[in-house]
């Protein structure tokens, strides 16, 4: 099994070493203490990246994941695992975890039982990537399994560190009413209840939630809304829902700098 981690622990002692060679080991048991220390860096770097991703889902709500599978998986593979990067499966996992995806527990958020189906299964979709994981890197696979198992507490504790700007879901109240202005063209700037006539500001968090969600499943509305053809058109949609959302956002900007709001 020795053999097997030297690899990795020639790669950091290298970049150690003045010569920026691999420095020879005498004996079993000092090859053994370099591969403790490694091991532990490697943790506590792992530790790091996950936990930001947990306080990033704690603000952001879905939004975030939904962003972090669109830029990370499209630039990296699933078990891309380096010394100063978990793999992305388990990164994945805590992350459907926070949303529920593996039943509810106190990494989940408050508020997400009631997403859209269609957002649901989306999520859903992913968990085959990341449960069960399966590592071919042995040296990598040990690491991971103490912080597998504790990923809900590290869920748990990004929810309570910023439990005043948490993302809370609204989704009938909320998101449902700023899907269908983004779907209609309109910049999700304003929350209107005609049947009690009553009106308010959302968020740029719930601004950027209802924009993903559009992106991931109304697409061919969004389409027919400028007559165009989403599956032939597909760059070009695109393009008009981001820039549509972006405007959301400057305006929400204006509107917080003219009321004062930090």
């Known amino acids: 099994m020795l053999e097997r981690y030297q690899a990795e622990v020639s790669a950091v002692s290298a970049a150690d070493s003045p010569s920026g060679q691999m420095p020879l ?6 090859l053994r203490a370099q591969i403790a220390v490694v091991a532990n860096n490697t943790v506590t770097t792992w530790l790091e990246e996950l936990g930001s991703d947990a306080v990033g889902f704690a603000l952001f709500g879905p939004a975030f994941f939904f962003a972090w599978i669109h830029l990370v998986v499209s630039i990296q593979l699933i078990e891309n695992a380096s010394p100063s990067h978990p793999p992305n499966s388990l990164r994945i996992k805590l992350l459907l975890m926070m949303m529920g995806c593996f039943g509810q527990n106190t990494a989940s958020l408050d508020g997400l039982d009631d997403l859209p189906d269609d957002i649901k299964a989306y999520a859903n979709n992913w968990k085959s990537t990341c449960d069960p ?7 990598w696979a040990i690491i991971k399994t ?3 198992k504790s990923l809900e507490d590290m869920g748990r ?11 809370v879901n609204n989704q009938a109240k909320i998101i449902n009413p700023l899907r269908e202005l983004v779907i209609h063209g309109i910049p999700p700037n304003e929350i209107i209840d005609f049947e009690n006539k009553s009106f308010d500001y959302p968020g740029m968090i719930h601004i950027l939630n209802a924009g993903w969600q559009v992106l991931l499943t109304e697409m061919e509305r969004f389409a027919q809304t400028f007559g165009k053809d989403y599956k032939t058109n597909k760059i070009a949609i695109k393009e008009m829902l981001n820039s549509i959302i972006l405007k ?7 509107r917080r700098i003219c009321q004062g709001i930090e």
């Open 25 to 30: 080991y005498p004996n079993e048991n000092e």
């Open 133 to 139: 994981l399966d590592l071919s890197d042995q040296f």
């Open 146 to 148: 103490p912080i597998d």
């Open 157 to 167: 504790v990004a929810k309570e560190a910023v439990r005043d700007w948490k993302y």
């Open 248 to 254: 959301a956002v400057e305006l929400d900007n204006i």
